[in-house]
């Protein structure tokens, strides 16, 4: 596609449900980031892939969250027994190549995570 | 350990005026340097970047930034505001020769008044 998307665009969760955030980066990028960013905060990064390959997973908050990428394109995050703390927005961003170099991470519109 | 701090979380400006968005870092190696725009319910746009060689750098919308070591700075200006500029903008880094992960401000919220 033209860029990153990222479904649902919202989601309404009750304390203690799994929830399931799905990213779709550009289309051939190697590389896709997801990144935490809490009401009136900049984004935090939580973790990156490279292709399949789950290179730096140091920012998940807790073992509730989880994320895969099992064909090295689509990625997904997913949050177990949801916290009311869990809830922000969450960004996927995706760059093209994943030889460490500076590479343009381009951002999803994000998934806004709302806890009740 | 690196960081980023963006003095004032809201900036207002009249439009035609100068813009001046403020960003300090830290960092144990040398940064690439990042400034990002966020409209409401949309992603983050690259507005421009500080790699290597000039350290003025210009990017899109009229919008430019300098990168200056002595200070750990890389501000943001742009010379008249205009209406379509309100938004949210964050500064980030990345160490030097990787940009595998972003550290971002916690952001300056820019209103422009007519």
């Known amino acids: 596609g033209a860029g990153v998307s990222q479904s649902p665009r919202y989601k309404v969760a009750k304390r203690g449900q799994d929830v399931a955030l799905r990213c779709d980066p550009i289309?051939?990028?190697?590389?896709l980031f997801w990144y935490q960013q809490a009401l009136g905060q900049g984004p935090e990064f939580l973790t990156y892939?490279?292709?399949?390959?789950?290179?730096?997973k140091s920012g998940l908050p807790s073992d509730r969250f989880f994320a895969e990428r099992p064909e090295g394109s689509v990625s997904t995050l997913k949050i177990q027994r949801t916290q009311q703390e869990d809830s922000a927005v969450y960004l996927c961003?995706?760059?093209?190549?994943?030889?460490?170099?500076?590479?343009?991470?381009?951002f999803g519109p994000g998934t806004r995570l709302t806890v009740l | 350990a690196q960081s980023v701090t963006q003095l004032g979380s809201h900036v207002s400006v009249s439009e035609g005026a100068l813009v001046l968005l403020r960003c300090n870092y830290s960092?144990?190696?040398?940064?690439?340097l990042f400034w990002y725009v966020q409209y409401p319910n949309q992603g983050l746009q690259l507005l421009l970047k500080?790699?290597?060689?000039?350290?003025l750098v210009k990017g899109i919308n009229g919008f430019e930034a300098e990168f200056k070591k002595s200070e750990t700075s890389f501000h943001l200006t742009k010379p008249s505001a205009h209406m379509s500029d309100a938004a949210e903008y964050f500064c980030?880094?990345?160490?030097?020769?990787?940009?595998?992960?972003?550290?971002f401000g916690s952001g300056t919220q820019l209103t422009v008044l007519p």
């Open positions: 961003a995706s760059s093209q190549t994943g030889d460490g170099s500076y590479n343009e991470q381009f």
């Open positions: 289309s051939g990028h190697v590389s």
């Open positions: 892939f490279q292709n399949e390959a789950q290179l730096d």
């Open positions: 960092s144990s190696v040398p940064p690439y």
């Open positions: 500080y790699t290597t060689g000039a350290t």
């Open positions: 980030a880094l990345a160490p030097y020769g990787s940009a595998r992960q972003l550290t």
